[in-house]
């Protein structure tokens, strides 16, 4: 099954910053989405981008797909200390299904 | 809101034993998932249904079992633990089918087989 790939495996920086993290994945989507897992709990949805779709946004979120490239970013601007978490990409996998990648690791140093 | 529990936060078994995880939303959710998830190889989905009494193999079905006698209700059964079960299992419900919609997730279960 394809699987998305999230790019980098961790992210570190200090407050305020932006952070960026990318996905990639192999195969035609109609859908990508972005969940948010804080450490030791259940994932958290957070924005789904459709096939058509460019750019979404959603508060300091902004996520963009580029179908030509077989990838997708999530841009979180002014980072903060509770936005540390894994996030994750989840493209279709299937009729009922979501394939999620491996996540990336983002630490935001206070 | 959704409201996704799982029986257990953290929970401590022994080679062979017969493992219950049990999963409850009170949605009215259609769909229902379990996914074990392991460092470096992300979330996997075990088995999901899609109504009551209903079932179908995810990607890594070998050695787990599934039941939904009821829509709010599904069970992930080990039927004899093994040391690589060892893993977070996570439990999810969506109301459509999950590429087009938001899964609610449960806040994991950690198993430790011994």
């Known amino acids: 099954s394809q699987q998305g790939e999230?790019?980098?495996q961790a992210l570190s920086i200090q407050e305020g910053e932006n952070a960026t993290?990318?996905?990639?994945y192999k195969t035609s989507i109609n859908n990508l989405q972005w969940y948010r897992q804080n450490s030791g709990r259940g994932l958290v949805h957070l924005i789904l981008i459709r096939s058509n779709e460019r750019e979404k946004h959603s508060g300091r979120l902004r996520v963009t797909l580029d179908t030509s490239k077989k990838s997708s970013s999530l841009l979180i601007t002014a980072s903060r200390a509770a936005d540390t978490a894994s996030y994750f990409c989840a493209t279709d996998g299937g009729y009922q299904?979501?394939?999620f990648g491996i996540g990336t690791k983002l630490q935001v140093i206070p | 809101d959704v409201k996704v529990t799982q029986?257990?936060?953290y929970l401590v078994k022994r080679t062979g034993e017969k493992v219950f995880l049990e999963c409850v939303q009170d949605m009215d959710h259609e769909n229902m998932f379990w996914y074990r998830q392991d460092p470096g190889l992300g979330l996997r989905l075990i088995y999901f249904s899609y109504d009551v009494k209903m079932k179908e193999k995810g990607d890594i079905p070998e050695g787990y079992s599934v039941s939904r006698e009821k829509k709010?209700?599904?069970?992930?059964?080990?039927e004899s633990a093994s040391t690589n079960q060892t893993s977070m299992y996570l439990c999810a419900s969506s109301l459509r089918i999950p590429s087009t919609d938001t899964q609610y997730f449960g806040p994991g279960t950690r198993l430790t087989v011994l």
């Open chain 1, 6 to 8: 999230e790019d980098p």
């Open chain 1, 21 to 24: 993290m990318n996905c990639s």
């Open chain 1, 97 to 99: 299904k979501v394939t």
């Open chain 2, 7 to 9: 029986s257990s936060r």
């Open chain 2, 72 to 78: 709010e209700r599904f069970s992930l059964i080990l």
